[in-house]
């Protein structure tokens, strides 16, 4: 089995995905890269953030945090190893079922899971997110929502173009070039 259909497939070890309210610990690490440390937290449902390094609207201190290394069982070595591989450049996804969005509005949920199949290297606009989130009109809204995205890479909001150019992004639009250049597509 290749790669990527290896983190691709879920199994048995994997949670299921909770889209309910969250209420337990969320436990926090980070993950070193030659771009700097990315914030990595989980819950006993599963992946719960995954934040760009020195995100200027999320940024929560990372030098203190523990390495991911090690932690989390089989969840937190397939969320390190999908990382590495995306930040060099491969086709690489976590399932859906990985995801722990409880307690998050119902929109953003639709959102997310339009974004999260937007295929690698191609952007979708605002527009068509909110279509496919079923709400046409809420263009705003799904823009909101790719805003309070908590796990970029894996529901990739940099894939997400205003019908007028590039759009927003709130790590900046320099991150969101480098992340686009990675799957080949250039702003």
């Excluded at 069982?73 to 690489?92: D, F, P, Q, W, Y």
């Excluded at 990739?156 to 992340?179: M, N, Q």
Aim: charged share 25%; proline share 7%; glycine share 10%.
């Amino acid at each position: 089995m290749s790669a990527r259909a290896a983190l691709l497939t879920p199994t048995s070890r994997l949670p299921k995905p909770n889209h309910a309210a969250s209420s337990e610990a969320v436990r926090a690490y980070r993950i070193e890269s030659k771009w700097g440390d990315w914030r990595v937290a989980f819950s006993d449902a599963g992946l719960r953030e995954l934040t760009l390094p020195g995100h200027p609207l999320k940024t929560r201190a990372t030098k203190d945090l523990p390495e991911l290394a090690g932690r989390e069982g089989e969840l937190g070595r397939r969320v390190r190893k999908a990382l590495e591989a995306r930040l060099r450049g491969e086709r690489t996804d976590l399932p859906w079922e990985a995801f722990d969005l409880g307690g998050r509005p119902p929109f953003h949920a639709k959102a997310w899971r339009a974004l999260y199949e937007i295929p690698f290297g191609e952007v979708r606009t605002y527009g068509e997110i909110a279509k496919a989130a079923r709400s046409p009109k809420a263009v705003r809204a799904a823009g909101q929502a790719c805003g309070a995205n908590p796990i970029v890479l894996f529901i990739p909001c940099h894939r997400v173009v205003a019908s007028t150019g590039p759009g927003g992004f709130g790590a900046g639009l320099e991150w969101k070039a480098k992340l686009l250049e990675l799957e080949g597509y250039r702003l």
